[in-house]
Protein backbone atom coordinates (compact mmCIF):
# COMPACT_ATOMS: atom_id res chain seq x y z
CA UNK A 1 0.00 0.00 0.00
CA UNK A 2 1.40 3.50 -1.20
CA UNK A 3 0.91 6.24 1.18
CA UNK A 4 -1.74 7.77 -0.32
CA UNK A 5 -3.49 4.54 -0.45
CA UNK A 6 -3.06 4.69 3.28
CA UNK A 7 -4.05 8.17 3.72
CA UNK A 8 -7.19 7.29 1.97
CA UNK A 9 -8.08 4.53 3.70
CA UNK A 10 -7.84 6.31 6.78
CA UNK A 11 -9.84 9.50 5.51
CA UNK A 12 -12.49 6.76 5.06
CA UNK A 13 -12.39 5.14 8.56
CA UNK A 14 -12.40 7.99 10.22
CA UNK A 15 -15.46 9.38 8.06
CA UNK A 16 -17.49 6.43 8.37
CA UNK A 17 -17.49 6.88 11.92
CA UNK A 18 -18.58 10.72 11.65
CA UNK A 19 -15.24 12.20 13.38
CA UNK A 20 -13.55 15.16 12.25
CA UNK A 21 -9.61 15.03 12.29
CA UNK A 22 -9.25 16.68 15.52
CA UNK A 23 -11.36 14.17 17.26
CA UNK A 24 -9.45 11.41 15.77
CA UNK A 25 -6.17 12.84 16.81
CA UNK A 26 -7.73 13.18 20.11
CA UNK A 27 -8.53 9.70 20.87
CA UNK A 28 -5.14 8.52 19.13
CA UNK A 29 -2.79 11.28 21.48
CA UNK A 30 -1.90 12.75 17.77
CA UNK A 31 -2.00 16.46 16.31
CA UNK A 32 -4.50 17.08 14.04
CA UNK A 33 -2.02 18.08 11.33
CA UNK A 34 -0.38 15.00 11.91
CA UNK A 35 -3.59 13.25 10.95
CA UNK A 36 -4.29 15.43 8.09
CA UNK A 37 -0.52 15.19 6.51
CA UNK A 38 -1.42 11.14 6.39
CA UNK A 39 -4.56 11.77 5.07
CA UNK A 40 -2.90 13.51 2.51
CA UNK A 41 -0.02 11.09 1.70
CA UNK A 42 2.57 13.50 3.06
CA UNK A 43 3.65 11.65 6.54
CA UNK A 44 4.27 8.13 7.13
CA UNK A 45 3.22 6.75 10.96
CA UNK A 46 5.55 4.64 12.81
CA UNK A 47 4.17 1.33 13.30
CA UNK A 48 3.03 2.31 17.27
CA UNK A 49 1.19 5.48 15.50
CA UNK A 50 -0.47 3.28 13.00
CA UNK A 51 -1.69 0.93 15.89
CA UNK A 52 -2.98 4.00 17.98
CA UNK A 53 -4.82 5.30 15.11
CA UNK A 54 -6.78 1.81 14.34
CA UNK A 55 -7.87 1.41 17.48
CA UNK A 56 -8.86 5.05 17.66
CA UNK A 57 -10.82 3.86 14.89
CA UNK A 58 -12.27 0.31 16.21
CA UNK A 59 -10.67 -1.16 13.43
CA UNK A 60 -7.19 -3.53 12.62
CA UNK A 61 -3.95 -2.49 11.30
CA UNK A 62 -4.12 -4.93 8.40
CA UNK A 63 -7.79 -3.12 8.24
CA UNK A 64 -6.26 -0.03 7.29
CA UNK A 65 -3.79 -1.32 5.47
CA UNK A 66 -5.91 -3.31 3.15
CA UNK A 67 -4.50 -6.35 3.99
CA UNK A 68 -6.96 -9.65 4.23
CA UNK A 69 -6.56 -10.97 7.32
CA UNK A 70 -7.53 -14.09 9.67
CA UNK A 71 -6.58 -12.83 13.42
CA UNK A 72 -9.82 -13.82 14.20
CA UNK A 73 -9.47 -17.40 14.22
CA UNK A 74 -5.55 -17.45 14.81
CA UNK A 75 -3.92 -17.54 18.52
CA UNK A 76 -3.37 -13.58 17.45
CA UNK A 77 -6.48 -12.76 18.40
CA UNK A 78 -8.18 -12.70 22.03
CA UNK A 79 -11.84 -13.06 22.77
CA UNK A 80 -13.12 -9.50 24.75
CA UNK A 81 -16.09 -9.29 26.53
CA UNK A 82 -18.77 -6.66 25.54
CA UNK A 83 -20.64 -5.54 28.44
CA UNK A 84 -23.53 -2.82 30.00
CA UNK A 85 -21.69 0.20 31.93
CA UNK A 86 -23.24 -1.46 35.43
CA UNK A 87 -21.99 -4.79 34.59
CA UNK A 88 -18.00 -3.23 33.98
CA UNK A 89 -18.40 -2.19 37.76
CA UNK A 90 -18.48 -5.99 39.11
CA UNK A 91 -15.17 -8.23 39.76
CA UNK A 92 -14.35 -10.48 36.67
CA UNK A 93 -16.08 -13.60 37.36
CA UNK A 94 -19.31 -10.99 37.46
CA UNK A 95 -18.19 -9.76 33.81
CA UNK A 96 -18.21 -13.66 32.89
CA UNK A 97 -21.61 -14.32 33.82
CA UNK A 98 -23.23 -11.27 32.61
CA UNK A 99 -21.26 -10.44 29.17
CA UNK A 100 -23.18 -9.43 25.98
CA UNK A 101 -20.95 -10.93 23.63
CA UNK A 102 -16.87 -11.87 22.47
CA UNK A 103 -15.69 -9.58 20.31
CA UNK A 104 -11.86 -10.96 18.91
CA UNK A 105 -9.35 -8.18 18.56
CA UNK A 106 -6.11 -8.76 17.67
CA UNK A 107 -3.33 -9.32 20.62
CA UNK A 108 -0.55 -7.15 19.07
CA UNK A 109 -3.42 -4.10 18.47
CA UNK A 110 -4.29 -4.38 21.74
CA UNK A 111 -0.05 -4.61 23.26
CA UNK A 112 0.71 -1.35 20.51
CA UNK A 113 -1.92 0.86 22.54
CA UNK A 114 -0.15 -0.01 26.40
CA UNK A 115 -3.29 -2.90 27.13
CA UNK A 116 -2.73 -6.26 28.38
CA UNK A 117 -5.00 -8.51 26.38
CA UNK A 118 -5.94 -9.91 28.86
CA UNK A 119 -6.89 -7.49 30.77
CA UNK A 120 -9.11 -5.58 27.73
CA UNK A 121 -12.87 -5.09 28.43
CA UNK A 122 -15.43 -3.62 26.14
CA UNK A 123 -17.77 -1.40 27.75
CA UNK A 124 -21.03 -0.07 26.30
CA UNK A 125 -22.40 3.07 27.82
CA UNK A 126 -25.77 3.67 28.51
CA UNK A 127 -27.83 6.16 26.62
CA UNK A 128 -28.32 8.19 29.78
CA UNK A 129 -24.64 8.48 30.54
CA UNK A 130 -24.50 12.07 29.00
CA UNK A 131 -21.60 13.34 31.39
CA UNK A 132 -18.71 13.45 28.97
CA UNK A 133 -21.29 14.01 26.22
CA UNK A 134 -18.74 17.05 24.73
CA UNK A 135 -15.98 13.90 24.16
CA UNK A 136 -17.91 10.84 24.42
CA UNK A 137 -21.48 10.34 23.07
CA UNK A 138 -23.79 8.63 25.19
CA UNK A 139 -23.91 4.97 23.78
CA UNK A 140 -20.54 4.50 22.82
CA UNK A 141 -18.74 1.74 22.89
CA UNK A 142 -15.20 1.97 25.57
CA UNK A 143 -11.79 -0.02 25.23
CA UNK A 144 -11.07 -0.51 29.15
CA UNK A 145 -7.95 -1.47 30.49
CA UNK A 146 -8.39 -3.03 33.53
CA UNK A 147 -5.02 -3.21 34.33
CA UNK A 148 -5.03 -2.65 38.44
CA UNK A 149 -4.60 1.37 38.13
CA UNK A 150 -1.98 2.18 41.07
CA UNK A 151 -1.48 6.23 39.30
CA UNK A 152 -3.33 8.65 38.14
CA UNK A 153 -2.62 10.05 34.54
CA UNK A 154 -3.84 13.91 35.38
CA UNK A 155 -7.08 14.27 33.34
CA UNK A 156 -6.77 10.98 31.48
CA UNK A 157 -9.77 9.45 31.08
CA UNK A 158 -10.68 6.49 33.39
CA UNK A 159 -13.89 4.19 33.96
CA UNK A 160 -14.85 4.64 37.92
CA UNK A 161 -16.92 2.65 40.39
CA UNK A 162 -20.02 4.43 41.53
CA UNK A 163 -23.08 4.20 43.80
CA UNK A 164 -26.42 5.27 43.40
CA UNK A 165 -30.12 4.04 44.10
CA UNK A 166 -28.11 1.32 46.59
CA UNK A 167 -26.80 -0.40 42.84
CA UNK A 168 -23.33 -0.16 41.92
CA UNK A 169 -22.88 1.07 38.61
CA UNK A 170 -19.73 2.81 36.76
CA UNK A 171 -19.68 6.35 35.13
CA UNK A 172 -16.63 7.48 32.95
CA UNK A 173 -14.62 10.55 33.87
CA UNK A 174 -11.37 12.58 33.73
CA UNK A 175 -9.60 12.34 37.05
CA UNK A 176 -7.22 14.40 38.91
CA UNK A 177 -5.42 12.77 41.76
CA UNK A 178 -4.40 14.42 44.73
CA UNK A 179 -2.21 12.12 46.41
CA UNK A 180 -1.50 14.25 49.45
CA UNK A 181 -5.15 15.11 50.56
CA UNK A 182 -6.02 11.09 49.27
CA UNK A 183 -8.87 12.92 47.25
CA UNK A 184 -9.71 11.97 43.62
CA UNK A 185 -11.12 15.02 42.30
CA UNK A 186 -14.14 13.46 39.02
CA UNK A 187 -14.08 16.06 36.04
CA UNK A 188 -16.45 15.92 33.27
CA UNK A 189 -16.31 17.33 29.37
CA UNK A 190 -20.01 18.33 30.12
CA UNK A 191 -20.27 21.79 31.73
CA UNK A 192 -23.54 21.01 33.21
CA UNK A 193 -22.02 18.43 35.42
CA UNK A 194 -20.01 20.12 38.52
CA UNK A 195 -16.20 18.37 39.47
CA UNK A 196 -17.08 15.63 41.97
CA UNK A 197 -14.51 14.76 44.86
CA UNK A 198 -13.88 11.43 46.56
CA UNK A 199 -11.66 11.01 49.15
CA UNK A 200 -10.12 7.66 49.57
CA UNK A 201 -10.25 5.80 53.21
CA UNK A 202 -6.57 4.93 54.49
CA UNK A 203 -5.20 1.75 53.02
CA UNK A 204 -7.72 2.02 50.52
CA UNK A 205 -6.43 1.31 46.98
CA UNK A 206 -7.11 3.44 43.82
CA UNK A 207 -8.44 0.37 42.39
CA UNK A 208 -11.37 0.03 44.66
CA UNK A 209 -12.56 3.10 42.70
CA UNK A 210 -10.99 3.01 39.24
CA UNK A 211 -12.27 0.21 36.70
CA UNK A 212 -9.44 1.31 34.21
CA UNK A 213 -8.28 3.19 31.75
CA UNK A 214 -10.54 4.33 28.75
CA UNK A 215 -8.27 3.68 25.74
CA UNK A 216 -10.04 4.58 22.94
CA UNK A 217 -14.46 4.84 21.97
CA UNK A 218 -16.54 4.63 19.46
CA UNK A 219 -19.51 6.24 19.07
CA UNK A 220 -23.10 4.02 18.24
CA UNK A 221 -23.56 3.54 14.72
CA UNK A 222 -26.45 5.29 13.19
CA UNK A 223 -30.00 3.69 13.21
CA UNK A 224 -30.59 2.94 9.54
CA UNK A 225 -33.88 3.80 7.86
CA UNK A 226 -36.19 1.21 6.05
CA UNK A 227 -36.16 1.92 2.45
Same mark, same amino acid.
Given at each position: ??? $??? !??????????????????? %??????? *??????????? #??????????????? @???????????????????????????????? +??????????????????????? !??? +???? @??????? %?????? %???? =????????????????????????????????????????????? #??????? *? +?????????????????????? $? @????? +? =?????? *??
Amino acid at each position: MTT $REL !GVSLRDARQRLGLSQQALA %DRAGVSR *NFVAQIERGES #VPTVVTLGRLAAALG @VTVAGLLGEETASAGTGDSVAVPLVADRIAAG +PPLYLADHMDRLEALPRTLLRSV !GVD +PEQA @VLVRLGT %DQDSMA %DTIV =PGSTLLVDRTPVRDVTPRAIYAVREEAGGEHGATVKRLVLDAAAR #VLILLSD *N +PAYLPRAIRLRAGQALGDLIIG $R @VVWWA +P =PAPLRR *NS
